[in-house]
């Protein structure tokens, strides 16, 4: 009996939290402008696409996402641009707003909503519980969490090569940029659920990609956005590239593509993306 009031009490909280939508702002804000795919593509899932009135180029998941419009890249964001959609609300991660844009967005009285993220299942699953939260749909999250949870199952069950493929990831916007990620980078840490390992060492973030780190790295594999793929010219474009060739990827051609967004976004697909990755990297 006491286990059962304790049941039923335990419910009805838990009923109440969830129809109450305690947004962090009082009400749901009918103006916001993301700055990051991942966020974007949160608050599309817990139902506030049409609240968005401007996003980074990143935001791209839905599709639909991608007729809003745009403020720059996530790694490069005026205020103007963001100032121009009178938004109530900025949001995105912190590592995306520099502390310029964060004093020029506050003295023109605008509220920033910043999250940390973690390039992790468990870090994918805390981000989108609290922007949920911060946006008052705690309830959405639980269900985003779930189809979360049955893809990255899915994925955990690929069966993975005996040796790790060493993977380099390029990203390209063109032969005239052209970089490599290193140590806790999101293409680091997918390449790694995905069974993989990263190539190169030795830095953090990104750096230009040089012919001799290239022969050095020796990659089993090379990644890219489709559309880094593309910018370049395709695969015959790629193996053009100085060092391509001497690598064993350059030998046995195994030059992978995915869609940039849905790799590195850390966000609900995060499963489809290990998935597609260990497929593709065998
Ligand atoms: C020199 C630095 C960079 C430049 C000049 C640059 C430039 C661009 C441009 C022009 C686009 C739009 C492309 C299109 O719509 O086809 C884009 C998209 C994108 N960028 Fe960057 N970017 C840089 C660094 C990065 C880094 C380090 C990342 C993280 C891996 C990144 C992630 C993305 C993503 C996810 C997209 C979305 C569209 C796609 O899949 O291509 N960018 N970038």
Do not use: C, W
């Not at 608050?43 to 809003?68: C, F, H, M, Q, W």
């Not at 976004?265 to 489809?272: A, D, E, H, V």
């Amino acid at each position: 009996m006491k286990q059962l009031s304790k049941i039923i009490k335990k419910n009805v909280i838990r009923a109440i939290l969830f129809a109450i939508p305690l947004t962090g702002f009082g009400k749901t804000p009918a103006r916001i402008v993301s700055v990051n795919g991942t966020i974007s593509e949160i608050l599309a899932d817990i139902g506030l696409e049409n609240n968005i009135v401007g996003t980074d180029i990143t935001s791209n998941y839905p599709v639909s996402l991608k007729s809003k419009p745009k403020v720059g890249h996530n790694r490069n964001i005026s205020a103007e641009g963001i100032l121009a959609l009178k938004p109530e609300v900025v949001t995105g991660l912190t590592t995306d707003v520099k502390p310029e844009l964060v004093a020029q967005l506050k003295s023109a009285g605008v509220k920033l909503e910043l999250f940390n993220q973690e390039y992790s299942s468990a870090g994918t699953r805390k981000l989108i519980r609290e922007v949920a939260a911060k946006f008052g749909r705690q309830q959405q999250a639980e269900t985003i969490i779930k189809k979360l949870d049955a893809d990255l199952a899915a994925a955990g069950k690929i069966k993975k090569a005996a040796t790790k493929p060493k993977v380099l990831f390029i990203y390209a916007r063109g032969t005239g940029t052209m970089m490599v990620s290193g140590t806790n980078t999101p293409v680091e840490k997918i390449i790694q659920l995905a069974g993989g390992e990263n190539a190169v060492k030795g830095f953090t973030d990104y750096k230009p990609l040089t012919p001799e780190a290239l022969i050095l790295a020796n990659p089993d594999v090379i990644l890219l956005f489709d559309s880094g793929m593309q910018s370049l010219g395709g695969v015959q474009g790629l193996s053009q590239v100085k060092g391509i060739a001497q690598t064993n990827a350059g030998k046995n051609q195994k030059f992978i593509t995915m869609d940039g967004e849905l790799l590195t976004s850390f966000g609900p697909r995060l499963g489809l993306a290990i998935n597609e990755l260990a497929q593709k990297i065998k």
